[in-house]
């Protein structure tokens, strides 16, 4: 199926539209889905899902059109996020590059560190715009911890769920404890020495709940806590910095600093703060309409944005994690 232009008067004074898409109509595919409808300089074009009816359901909220056929629904648009289950990510993600379009993957990037790294080679020599979806980088920014001109020496990171069967195509570690591995390494730039772990499996084939320490060449000590089988949600972490901490509550969006240093108690009422992930998918919107080959500082929200090396390294960690914990 070929796709209709947009009407040429869109571009008449004015912000030439961008066509998106969203590959997955899951409930995190409608968080994207909800949050380019809002964009002025985005036409939300496309959704796909191999369910035509979850596809169409989704689409038709937003005036877009609905594939069950991947091909078709690349051919049409410019860019894409992909939220369709973990483990299909690379599989996706991989046709839309090689058709040389723009790409938003939630995390992980893929199941496989050899996957994640032909992404990152692909996006580069296509010259392509490629985030991963790494947004709790957002809360960071927002607080100004990325600010702090201190490394930490302790990380302390807690994330739990009740069970749910939605994402039970991967481990909690990539489900869930990713998104705590990728916020140590965003504020540590050294390599993991030695990592050790242990889990269990409840609900299937994959590690329901994990324990993790995970060491640094610079010295810093990560403790990775996940579960998906808890009886209550929670998100914490502590850092530890040589001259004080800082605890925070990603849930109630609170956060307790003995540190010296300025941290914004706000944050939560500010743009990035409320609405993360609308934040970073501007970032990515305004990095494609730079064409950089991975998000630039020259879109606001760029830097902030998780890159395909950010990515490779969250999982590279990510799955010496289950190795180590036995999944």
Not at 74 to 84: C, H, K, M, N
Not at 89 to 116: C, F, I, N, S
Not at 259 to 274: I, M, N, R
């Given at each position: 199926m070929s796709w209709r232009s947009p009407p040429s008067g869109l571009e008449a004074g004015m912000t030439k539209l961008l066509n998106l898409g969203v590959a997955g109509a899951g409930v995190f595919g409608g968080y994207h889905a909800g949050q380019y409808a809002k964009m002025d300089d985005v036409r939300l074009a496309a959704v796909y899902d191999p369910q035509l009816d979850r596809a169409k359901a989704l689409a038709d909220r937003y005036g877009a059109e609905a594939f069950d056929a991947l091909d078709a629904f690349i051919d049409g648009i410019e860019a894409l996020s992909v939220t369709s289950p973990a483990s299909t990510h690379a599989a996706v993600a991989k046709k839309a590059a090689q058709a040389g379009r723009h790409l938003y993957v939630e995390k992980p990037?893929?199941?496989?560190?050899?996957?994640?790294e032909g992404l990152a080679a692909l996006a580069a020599s296509q010259g392509l715009t490629l985030a991963v979806g790494h947004q709790e980088r957002m809360v960071f920014q927002a607080m100004g911890l990325f600010d702090v001109p201190e490394r930490p020496v302790l990380v302390e990171a807690v994330r739990r769920s009740p069970f749910s069967p939605r994402n039970g195509d991967v481990s909690c570690v990539l489900d869930l404890m990713i998104h705590d591995i990728d916020l140590a390494l965003a504020l540590d730039a050294s390599d993991p020495l030695a990592v050790e772990a242990d889990g269990r499996t409840t609900h299937g084939p994959f590690l329901d709940e994990v324990r993790a320490e995970a060491t640094f060449t610079s010295g810093l000590t990560a403790i990775f806590n996940a579960s998906r089988i808890a009886e209550a949600r929670e998100r914490r972490m502590r850092i530890v910095f040589p001259s004080g901490e800082v605890?925070?509550?990603?849930?109630?969006?609170?956060?307790?600093?003995?540190?010296?240093?300025?941290?914004?108690?706000?944050?939560?009422?500010?743009?990035v703060g409320k609405d993360p992930l609308g934040a970073a998918l501007r970032g990515f919107v305004q990095a494609v309409r730079d064409r950089g080959n991975t998000p630039r500082p020259g879109a606001a929200l760029a830097p902030t944005l998780a890159r395909p090396t950010d990515g490779v390294r969250a999982?590279?960690?990510?799955?010496?994690?289950e190795q180590a914990a036995g999944g």
């Amino acid at each position: 199926m070929s796709w209709r232009s947009p009407p040429s008067g869109l571009e008449a004074g004015m912000t030439k539209l961008l066509n998106l898409g969203v590959a997955g109509a899951g409930v995190f595919g409608g968080y994207h889905a909800g949050q380019y409808a809002k964009m002025d300089d985005v036409r939300l074009a496309a959704v796909y899902d191999p369910q035509l009816d979850r596809a169409k359901a989704l689409a038709d909220r937003y005036g877009a059109e609905a594939f069950d056929a991947l091909d078709a629904f690349i051919d049409g648009i410019e860019a894409l996020s992909v939220t369709s289950p973990a483990s299909t990510h690379a599989a996706v993600a991989k046709k839309a590059a090689q058709a040389g379009r723009h790409l938003y993957v939630e995390k992980p990037l893929a199941t496989t560190v050899e996957d994640a790294e032909g992404l990152a080679a692909l996006a580069a020599s296509q010259g392509l715009t490629l985030a991963v979806g790494h947004q709790e980088r957002m809360v960071f920014q927002a607080m100004g911890l990325f600010d702090v001109p201190e490394r930490p020496v302790l990380v302390e990171a807690v994330r739990r769920s009740p069970f749910s069967p939605r994402n039970g195509d991967v481990s909690c570690v990539l489900d869930l404890m990713i998104h705590d591995i990728d916020l140590a390494l965003a504020l540590d730039a050294s390599d993991p020495l030695a990592v050790e772990a242990d889990g269990r499996t409840t609900h299937g084939p994959f590690l329901d709940e994990v324990r993790a320490e995970a060491t640094f060449t610079s010295g810093l000590t990560a403790i990775f806590n996940a579960s998906r089988i808890a009886e209550a949600r929670e998100r914490r972490m502590r850092i530890v910095f040589p001259s004080g901490e800082v605890e925070i509550d990603f849930l109630t969006r609170e956060f307790k600093n003995a540190t010296p240093f300025v941290l914004d108690p706000s944050f939560a009422e500010t743009a990035v703060g409320k609405d993360p992930l609308g934040a970073a998918l501007r970032g990515f919107v305004q990095a494609v309409r730079d064409r950089g080959n991975t998000p630039r500082p020259g879109a606001a929200l760029a830097p902030t944005l998780a890159r395909p090396t950010d990515g490779v390294r969250a999982l590279d960690l990510a799955l010496a994690v289950e190795q180590a914990a036995g999944g």
